[in-house]
Nanobody, 128 residues
Framework: QVQLVESGGGSVQSGGSLRLSCAAS????????MGWFRQAPGKEREGVAV???????SYADAVKGRFTISQDKSKNTLYLQMNSLKPEETAMYYC??????????????????????WGQGTQVTVSS
């Protein structure tokens, strides 16, 4: 059973930074895809970034150059470093994962919210 637990959310002023973490357990598949998506109140889910088991990454255009996704395989932990945050990026941020998608078209940022396993989410609030 795959379990994903996010942490690191909080409140920050516009232009500030946060680092989200996602502790993963039960992900034994070696060709996985993991990532982050977000959902603001009243808005659709939006893929943010993904990384696969070969460390290939993909980002949404809106976050390129400001967000960095990474993983520590020894700790089974996924990270999202978010810099230069904007008020419109206030949302619940979710960690997501799926097996057998590494290197495929489906392991891209736009599909992050379609990955099969989700965490409970962590709130990010950016004030102006």
């Amino acid at each position: 059973q795959v379990q994903l637990v996010e942490s690191g959310g909080g409140s920050v002023q516009s232009g500030g930074s946060l680092r989200l973490s996602c502790a993963a357990s039960g992900m034994t598949n070696r060709r996985y895809c993991m990532g982050w998506f977000r959902q603001a109140p009243g808005k659709e889910r939006e893929g943010v970034a993904v990384i696969d088991s070969d460390d290939r990454t993909s980002y949404a255009d809106a976050v390129k150059g400001r967000f960095t996704i990474s993983q520590d395989k020894s700790k089974n932990t996924l990270y999202l470093q978010m810099n230069s945050l904007k008020p419109e990026e206030t949302a619940m941020y979710y960690c997501a994962a799926a097996p057998n998608l590494a290197g495929t078209t489906f392991c891209t940022a736009q599909y992050a919210h379609h990955l099969g396993y989700w965490g409970q989410g962590t709130q990010v609030t950016v004030s102006s």
